[in-house]
C-alpha cells in the first residue's frame, strides 16, 4: 500500500496549523478556566473579567503559569487533527475517483467532513 503524500501533506499543515493556535490562544483558555473556576468568597469576586486573570499572571511575574499544561494540550491537538485533515482528504480523494467529478458539491463536502470527524473521534478516544 502506497503512501498518499497529498493527504499526508495536508494532515501536516492543518496539524501545524491547530499546533500554532492551540500555542497562542492557551493562555485566554488558562485564564478563562482560572476565571470560571474561582469561588466567590463573601459576595465578592477577586476576578472581574478576564483581563483581571491576565493582569494578575503578569504583574506577580508568572506569565509562564498560563502555559502549564500546553505540551499535553498541543499534542492531543495535533494528533487530532492530523488524524481529521487526513481521513478527510483521503475520503475526499476517494469520493473524486469514484463517483468521476472534479469538484465535491456541498452536500459531499459535509458527508466527506462528517466522516472526517466521526474517524478522528473513534481514534483518539
Known amino acids: 500500500m502506497a503512501v498518499d503524500l497529498e493527504s499526508l501533506s495536508e494532515a501536516t499543515s492543518g496539524a501545524l496549523g491547530s499546533l500554532l493556535s492551540t500555542t497562542i490562544l492557551y493562555p485566554l483558555d488558562t485564564c478563562k478556566t482560572k476565571f470560571q473556576a474561582e469561588v ?5 469576586r477577586k476576578y472581574r473579567n478576564l483581563s483581571d486573570v491576565l493582569w494578575e499572571a503578569v ?3 508568572r506569565v509562564l503559569s498560563l ?10 491537538s495535533f494528533i487530532a487533527q492530523f ?4 481521513g478527510y482528504s483521503y475520503f475526499k480523494r476517494l469520493y473524486l475517483e469514484k463517483s468521476g467529478s472534479k ?3 456541498t452536500k459531499a463536502n459535509l458527508i466527506l467532513a462528517a466522516a472526517a470527524g466521526a474517524c478522528t473521534a473513534i481514534v483518539t478516544q
Not at 466567590?40 to 465578592?44: A, F, I, R, T, W
Not at 502555559?67 to 492531543?76: D, F, I, P
Request: hydrophobic letters at 20%.
Open 40 to 44: 466567590e468568597s463573601h459576595g465578592q
Open 59 to 61: 504583574s506577580t511575574g
Open 67 to 76: 502555559y502549564q499544561g500546553l505540551g499535553t494540550k498541543n499534542l492531543q
Open 83 to 86: 488524524i481529521y485533515f487526513y
Open 103 to 105: 469538484s465535491i458539491g
